[in-house]
């Protein structure tokens, strides 16, 4: 059930975002989360093709899934 609210929220965000073409700006907090790998790779395939000519900044525990969107990442770690 987990996965199907997450897959809920992000079908969510995508139609925010649909609805507001304009937007230049793409925020994306934790977007996979609760998703299986089938769920994840459908979701990225949508960023993708979503963040087209905009400004995207996603935030992810998840480094597998920000692999599949083929995009620079920079990895934050906290300092000891």
Known sequence: IFSALAALLFVTALLRALLCPQAQTLLL???FTGMDAELVA???KAIVRLAA???TLLVT???AAAALLG???VQLQAMA
């Open 29 to 31: 907090d934790e977007p």
């Open 71 to 73: 995009w620079p990442v």
């Open 42 to 44: 459908q979701a990225a």
């Open 61 to 63: 525990h998840d480094a």
């Open 53 to 55: 000519g905009r400004d």
